[in-house]
Structure formats: C-alpha cells, structure tokens
C-alpha cells in the first residue's frame, strides 16, 4: 500500500511516498529547505517559516507524486506531523493534508514528529528489536526514551533548557561563523585538538537525570581562547573541538547509563545533531561489542523528512485503523512534551 507523507514542523518542507507491505519502501521525496530564507537571522523566524510552507507544499505534493508515477487515487493513506513543533508551520501542514484526506475520502493518520524521528532508524534497519532506548537531538529536541514496544514510551530524561543543536547554532552564530551551526562546527572540530580545553559536564541539582546544555553555551562563547580569536586559528579550532567533544561526551555518558539501567536489546540515535561526524563515531565505538545494538539514522533521514513522517503513520494505521482524526483528537501542538502515547482504538 502506498502511504503520502507529509512533515512541516519547522523549516523544511517535505512530501514523500513510501510503500509498505508488498515492499518496504521509500519510492519518493520532496524536500524544500528554507535555510536560504533564514541564515541572514541567524535562526528560524517563525512567520516566514510558515509562509513558504504555503507557498510550495502543494507543488511538492504534486511533484513527489509525479516522481512516484501514481495519482491521489493509489494513495491509501495520507500521514503527517501533529508536533511539536512551530505552530504556523504545522498548521499549515495540518490544514493541507485534512483537505487533500477529506476531498478523496482518505485516511488521515497524525503522528508525533518527535517518535518519527525514532521511527526513521527502521526505514533502513527493519530488524530493529524491542525493548530499546532512544535519543533523540537535534534543533528543538534532546530527548531520551525508553519503548518497550512501538507504542509504548516512557521519557527518561530530556533537556530542561536548550536543545544541543540550538547551542551549536547560537555558538557558531556568537562567532560570526553561518547558519545552521552543527555542520559549520563538525568540520572545525576536525582541525582541532579536542583535548586542549576541558568543559564541566553538568549536573542536575535535584538528581535528575535530564540534560542541561545552557552553560555549555556561555562557557563555550565567554571562553579566554574565543576572545579577539580568529575563526581560522588553532585555539580557535581546539576550542571548538574541546566544546564539540565534551558535548557528545555528555549525551554518550547519558544514553550509556540509560542503557545499563533498562537492560534494552536495542539503542537508536536519531534527529538531525545525529548526522554529526564525532557523535557517529564514539557511540559506534562506544557499543561495538556490545549485546546492545546500535542503530543510527542514515543521514538522509537525520534531518525533518516526510519518509519518517509516512513510515510512523503507516504503523500507526495499521495498528489502530479505525481511529476518527477528524475528531477533537486532532490538533496541532507546539510544545515539545511529550503527548502522544498512542491512540485509543474506536475513536
């Protein structure tokens, strides 16, 4: 069966066919980056965000279906991101895809963008055994959970202040250095020495095990070895090593000790922080050998896609194929807590 996706949680906007079943596919994706639009800023800007969501979203519907070689008419379900999220940008999504689902009498099956993310990981490794652990990082989110299977979730722990990726966008940005700053910082980090400048790994003064990544951001922009330096130099490259290094020291540290207190078979890394070069390397070595596997997202679904989006709906559908989304249950949300535990099957 083939399954349309549909993801606008943020400043992408993606379309994609995948088929399920038969073969266990993705066959089409449209992606529309908008990081042209908001580099000048430094950061996403809400508003324009949503506008060129409007703008292109029906255009790439049409494009991805054309690439796929099908019509509306072989789609059987359309699935697409709930939140979190920015509230124009997914209601932009939200309003297209009731549409297009209400016009052609089709299934309409939302999912939580941040459980897609977990999801992508099974696109290239199906075999993926419960129970399992999962981290997700990227712009918006630092999450650990523990699924005992698909649709049971429990938080372990999650960022009380900013999300990784946003401390990698506001030190690059500090330093003058572009927009999106985690592949700007990744390729510093390999001229650098990451051991030259130590960086306190925080703790929780309540115990907790939730992450904290604001400190590492003022350490990191108040350190002697930024001041008057030149992004070129090489206490500028140790810096960023050293700030880069110790970051993903810290998310290793956190995501081994839940492994060693929930006894998962299986480990997923995934969200966009997840492409980067130094994390994919240390939690590989971290767990070769070990009787927990590893799985990291492939690269092209670290990022907000619409294939994770579909893939996610599809089991969802499958699993609760009479639920009613144009009911109350659905409406957008843009926090990022977590709320989707699964639908109630007949609603």
Same mark, same amino acid.
């Given at each position: 069966?083939?399954?349309?996706?549909?993801?606008?949680?943020?400043?992408?906007?993606? &379309?994609?066919?995948?088929?399920?079943?038969?073969?266990?596919?993705?066959?089409?994706e449209?992606?529309?980056?908008?990081?042209?639009?908001?580099?000048?800023?430094?950061?996403?800007?809400?508003?324009?965000?949503?506008?060129?969501h409007?703008?292109?979203?029906?255009?790439?519907?049409?494009? &991805?279906?054309?690439?796929?070689?099908?019509?509306?008419?072989?789609i059987?379900?359309?699935?697409?991101?709930?939140?979190?999220?920015?509230?124009?940008?997914?209601?932009?999504?939200?309003?297209?895809?009731?549409?297009?689902?209400?016009?052609?009498?089709?299934?309409?099956?939302?999912? @939580?963008?941040?459980?897609?993310?977990?999801?992508?990981?099974?696109?290239?490794?199906?075999?993926?055994?419960?129970?399992?652990?999962?981290?997700?990082?990227?712009?918006?989110?630092?999450?650990?959970?523990?699924?005992?299977?698909?649709?049971?979730?429990?938080?372990?722990?999650?960022?009380?202040?900013?999300?990784?990726?946003?401390?990698?966008?506001?030190?690059?940005?500090?330093?003058?250095?572009g927009?999106?700053?985690?592949?700007?910082?990744?390729?510093?980090?390999?001229?650098?020495?990451?051991?030259?400048?130590?960086?306190?790994?925080?703790?929780?003064?309540?115990?907790?095990?939730?992450?904290?990544?604001?400190?590492?951001?003022?350490?990191?922009?108040?350190?002697?070895?930024?001041?008057?330096?030149d992004?070129?130099?090489?206490?500028?490259?140790?810096?960023?090593?050293?700030?880069?290094?110790s970051?993903? @020291?810290?998310?290793?540290?956190?995501?081994?000790?839940?492994v060693?207190?929930?006894?998962?078979?299986?480990?997923?890394?995934?969200?966009?922080?997840?492409?980067?070069?130094l994390?994919?390397?240390?939690?590989?070595?971290?767990?070769?050998?070990?009787?927990?596997?590893?799985?990291?997202?492939?690269?092209?679904?670290?990022? @907000?896609?619409?294939?994770?989006?579909?893939?996610?709906?599809?089991?969802?559908?499958?699993?609760?194929?009479?639920?009613?989304y144009?009911?109350?249950?659905?409406?957008s949300?843009?926090?990022?807590?977590?709320?989707?535990?699964?639908?109630?099957?007949?609603?």
């Amino acid at each position: 069966m083939y399954i349309l996706g549909i993801e606008s949680s943020c400043d992408e906007t993606a &379309v994609a066919v995948i088929e399920r079943e038969e073969h266990d596919r993705v066959i089409a994706e449209k992606i529309k980056s908008q990081i042209p639009l908001h580099a000048k800023y430094g950061g996403v800007v809400p508003e324009i965000a949503s506008r060129n969501h409007y703008e292109v979203i029906d255009y790439l519907t049409a494009a &991805v279906l054309k690439e796929a070689g099908i019509t509306i008419d072989d789609i059987r379900a359309i699935a697409l991101t709930l939140g979190p999220g920015l509230m124009g940008s997914l209601l932009v999504g939200l309003s297209f895809a009731k549409g297009l689902a209400f016009a052609n009498n089709l299934p309409l099956v939302a999912v @939580d963008h941040v459980l897609a993310h977990i999801e992508s990981a099974f696109i290239d490794h199906p075999g993926i055994q419960y129970p399992l652990v999962a981290l997700v990082v990227s712009g918006g989110h630092t999450t650990l959970f523990y699924q005992k299977s698909k649709f049971q979730t429990e938080v372990i722990a999650k960022t009380r202040d900013d999300a990784v990726g946003e401390i990698l966008d506001k030190v690059a940005k500090f330093y003058g250095l572009g927009y999106p700053g985690g592949p700007i910082l990744d390729k510093l980090y390999k001229g650098g020495d990451p051991h030259r400048y130590s960086f306190t790994i925080p703790k929780m003064s309540d115990g907790s095990d939730d992450f904290s990544f604001s400190g590492y951001k003022t350490a990191a922009i108040r350190h002697p070895a930024g001041k008057d330096a030149d992004p070129g130099g090489q206490d500028f490259k140790d810096l960023i090593a050293s700030f880069l290094n110790s970051v993903v @020291d810290y998310l290793l540290t956190r995501t081994q000790s839940a492994v060693e207190n929930t006894k998962p078979r299986s480990v997923i890394v995934a969200g966009g922080v997840s492409s980067n070069s130094l994390l994919r390397e240390k939690f590989t070595q971290a767990f070769t050998g070990s009787t927990t596997n590893l799985y990291l997202s492939s690269p092209r679904y670290c990022t @907000d896609n619409a294939a994770m989006t579909a893939w996610l709906g599809y089991e969802k559908y499958r699993s609760f194929p009479n639920i009613n989304y144009f009911d109350r249950y659905l409406n957008s949300y843009s926090r990022a807590s977590f709320r989707d535990r699964g639908p109630k099957p007949g609603r």
